[in-house]
């Protein structure tokens, strides 16, 4: 299957600072990349969805100000968490559609953010 | 978007086949049901996708019944490495459309 990576895979930072992570489809061109979110022993929760450019769709609740997204090639959307703060913690999961099989979605490994 | 229902875990023994059975009843024609596995802190991982009738992979089988209100994950001779989390989705492949996780079913395989 296709391949999308992302890095890092975890970071930690202080209260007030941006974090970025970068996902890639590494042997595929996506148009199209979503971001998730999961807590501990919860489901995958859709924060956006990422279009090769233009502007990210956000999905009810999530701030656009907060988690800025840029997906400014088909290979690579990136994701920043503008001043995090610890309820900020949690897995940050992306995916891109393979346009070659049927545009099913594959995932990336997951980003570990812990903000103190 | 097409709600989907699973058991919140099964059980079972290294060697059997499991079956995980999910239920997705507004289901939408164009939409196709796909099957994810997560490990802990691990990206899902695609297992299978299917439309209608059956499907089989190297590594599971999708069965779709006519009506296509339900659908069978079939995984043949589980081993430990297959305890993880398993999602089934459904949506519309090809789309703009995005696909939206329900709780999954937490398999657990015991020696």
């Known amino acids: 299957g296709a391949v999308v990576s992302q890095h890092p895979s975890w970071v930690i930072c202080k209260s007030g600072t941006s974090v970025k992570i970068e996902c890639r489809s590494l042997?595929?061109?996506?148009?199209?990349m979503f971001w998730y979110r999961q807590f501990p022993k919860q489901s995958l929760m859709l924060m956006a969805t990422?279009?090769?450019?233009?502007?990210?769709?956000?999905e009810q609740g999530v701030e656009k100000d907060k988690f800025l997204i840029n997906h400014a090639s088909l290979t690579l959307s990136t994701l920043t968490v503008t001043s995090a703060h610890p309820e900020d913690s949690s897995f940050y999961i992306c995916?891109?559609?393979?346009?070659?099989?049927?545009?099913?979605?594959?995932f990336g490994p997951g980003t570990r953010l812990l903000v103190l | 978007l097409a709600k989907t229902t699973q058991p919140i875990s099964m059980d079972s023994y290294e060697g059997q086949e499991v079956n995980i059975t999910c239920s997705h009843n507004?289901?939408?024609?164009?939409?196709?049901i796909t099957w994810y596995q997560q490990f802990p802190s691990q990206g899902p991982r695609f297992i299978i996708q299917?439309?209608?009738t059956k499907v089989t992979n190297e590594v599971a089988s999708l069965f779709i019944p006519a009506d296509r209100k339900s659908s069978t994950l079939s995984l043949p001779r589980v081993s430990l490495s297959d305890t993880a989390v398993y999602y089934c989705?459904?949506?519309?492949?090809?789309?703009?459309?995005?696909?939206?996780f329900g709780k999954g079913t937490k398999l657990s395989v015991k020696p």
């Open positions: 299917g439309y209608k």
């Open positions: 995916s891109a559609r393979d346009p070659r099989g049927g545009e099913t979605q594959y």
């Open positions: 989705l459904v949506g519309e492949s090809g789309s703009q459309g995005n696909l939206i």
């Open positions: 507004n289901i939408a024609t164009n939409d196709y």
């Open positions: 042997d595929f061109q996506a148009t199209t």
């Open positions: 990422s279009n090769e450019g233009s502007k990210a769709t956000y």
